[in-house]
């Protein structure tokens, strides 16, 4: 069963940069496209990030520039580069694979708190 374990959020002003990291248990990360999801207060979970194995990344137009996705596969981590964060960032992040790994393998997320 993979496991996902989200860390690296926090409160930060708005413009200021934050780094989350996701470790990935068992075999499937080096073959999987993964992404970054974050779920607002009163919204739905929506990805924001993905990133195939080969490396090619595409982003949700509201944090293009402003984001970066990456992954290394020997360590089965995957990272969020956030910077110039705005309110309207504040969430819980999730990590996952695209598609997800299933309804089980949800983390306990990261929460992203930005104050104007």
């Known amino acids: 069963q993979v496991q996902l374990v989200e860390s690296g959020g926090g409160l930060v002003q708005a413009g200021g940069s934050l780094r989350l990291s996701c470790t990935v248990s068992?075999?499937?990360?080096?073959?999987?496209?993964m992404a970054w999801y974050r779920q607002g207060p009163g919204e739905q979970r929506e990805w924001v990030a993905r990133?195939?194995?080969?490396?090619?990344?595409d982003y949700k137009d509201s944090v293009k520039g402003r984001f970066t996705i990456s992954r290394d596969n020997a360590k089965n981590t995957l990272y969020l580069q956030m910077t110039n964060l705005k309110p309207e960032d504040m969430a819980v992040y999730y990590c996952?694979?695209?598609?997800?790994?299933?309804?089980?393998?949800w983390g306990q997320g990261t929460q992203v708190t930005v104050s104007s």
């Open positions: 996952n694979g695209l598609p997800s790994f299933g309804v089980r393998s």
């Open positions: 068992g075999r499937v990360f080096s073959i999987n496209t």
């Open positions: 990133i195939t194995r080969g490396g090619n990344k």
